[in-house]
């Protein structure tokens, strides 16, 4: 019984006491959330500062010279330098925060319409989430530029050698997901990087579904863009951040005009701020960015290695149980994976399995997971979904694998 001795070293009993939802009944049932991959639950820590900033100093940021201004400004900037060490970006203006990945990816898509002509070429991945399409189809449609996509395997996993042909000196971006959020599969993009730089392409990596699992270092990796959300890591909803190298983000023009993004404005010329506010016009999520920061503080206290190798194990555990189960069929066996497990049990309908696990309190996702090319790579309509977080414990998984008997007993 290995995963009981090192489920003990990593007191996930004492973690799940710092996450007041994990208390509550679905259904007259304790709560089950295995829905991490979707969005990730919020620790007291991170509630804390939420509270304490609607409580104590609430106002908005680097424009007052009173002081309840001042220190939410001071924290603000507290926060991005706490994500910058994180991400380890060289200076903190790299880091420019979203609303989350979506608005990130959408800025850089939007600037890279000046650097585009016709007949350049653009790839991405054939797992990616469909906010790492459209923005991209979008640009080609306003640049003439032409997308092509990597194929991926029946394991779920990118073929590398096919990226390897596709790309050539037309390629001028590349846009991959660092982990696949319909599969779980971990893409190698410190490759990926490498071979577009020695093709002159510059590489956004989508990294909302690493980020709570695997600690990016931007620098290491070489990357221009790397995008991510708070809210998949134990933060608020509505934030997220861009990181930019430094080069990319003086050459990218600003995404939208505002408050905030402008040095002077006059109506004959305006012009713009440094970095960052050249990319945060507005009010931003003050208050989100700042409990992002704290969310990046609690997961960094347990310790990313530690989650990593604690998940893989929930991962492992319950890949194991859902196996024993007659007519099952698991998409996404990377070699490498986070532990999201998206399956189907054969004549069953992924909803009505999702919704009679609901019945029993568990929550799991169901449909295409806004990936809809895996799923019609894999001629389904749909999976069920289960993500597992480092607040999850064995007990759950155990739960789970009745119900999902339970479910296909009431189904057939
Ligand atoms: C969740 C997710 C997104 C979208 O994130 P938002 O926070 O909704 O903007 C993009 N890509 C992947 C891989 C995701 O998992």
Request: glycine share 8%; with cysteine.
């Amino acid at each position: 019984m290995r995963h009981q001795t090192q489920a003990k070293t990593f007191e996930v009993e004492k973690i799940r006491k710092d996450f007041p939802i994990l208390n509550r009944k679905v259904n007259g049932y304790p709560l089950v959330y295995f829905d991490n991959a979707a969005t990730s639950q919020t620790p007291q820590q991170v509630i804390d500062v939420i509270v304490d900033y609607y409580s104590n100093y609430n106002a908005n940021i680097h424009r007052g010279v009173h002081s309840l201004s001042q220190e939410a400004t001071d924290k603000y900037e507290q926060a991005r330098i706490k994500l910058q060490k994180h991400f380890n970006a060289e200076k903190p203006y790299e880091i420019i925060f979203t609303s989350g990945t979506t608005h990130g990816i959408n800025l850089v898509a939007s600037g890279f319409s000046e650097f585009l002509k016709e007949g350049d070429e653009i790839l991405v991945s054939a797992m990616e989430h469909h906010s790492n399409i459209v923005p991209w189809q979008m640009l080609c449609e306003r640049t003439g530029a032409i997308l092509k996509v990597i194929p991926i395997n029946l394991k779920g996993e990118l073929i590398y050698s096919e990226y390897e042909k596709l790309i050539n000196e037309n390629t001028k971006l590349v846009f991959v997901n660092h982990v696949s959020n319909a599969l779980g599969s971990v893409n190698p993009i410190k490759e990926i990087i490498e071979k577009a730089h020695a093709n002159n392409a510059a590489v956004l990596i989508d990294g909302a579904q690493a980020a709570p699992h695997i600690k990016a270092d931007v620098q290491a990796l070489d990357v221009d863009f790397y995008v991510a959300s708070a809210h998949k890591m134990c933060g608020p909803t509505g934030v997220g951040i861009l990181y930019g190298k430094e080069a990319w983000l003086e050459k990218l023009p600003p995404y939208q005009g505002g408050g905030e993004m402008i040095a002077t404005v006059s109506f004959e010329k305006t012009t713009y701020a440094g970095l960052p506010h050249k990319f945060e016009a507005g009010t931003p999520n003050i208050c989100g960015g700042i409990a992002f920061g704290a969310a990046i503080d609690y997961m960094n206290q347990i310790g990313f290695d530690e989650i990593a190798a604690y998940e893989h194990e929930l991962l492992e555990y319950a890949t194991g149980k859902l196996k024993e189960i007659e007519g099952m069929k698991i998409y996404g066996e990377a070699e490498e994976k986070t532990a999201v497990i998206s399956f189907n049990i054969e004549g069953l309908h992924p909803y009505d399995i999702g919704t009679l696990l609901d019945k029993m309190g568990i929550a799991v996702r169901t449909g295409h997971h806004c990936a809809q090319p895996v799923m019609d790579f894999f001629k389904i309509p749909g999976t069920v979904r289960a993500s597992f977080s480092f607040y999850n414990s064995h007990d759950e998984i155990d739960s789970f694998i009745e119900a999902v008997k339970k479910a296909k007993m009431m189904l057939q």
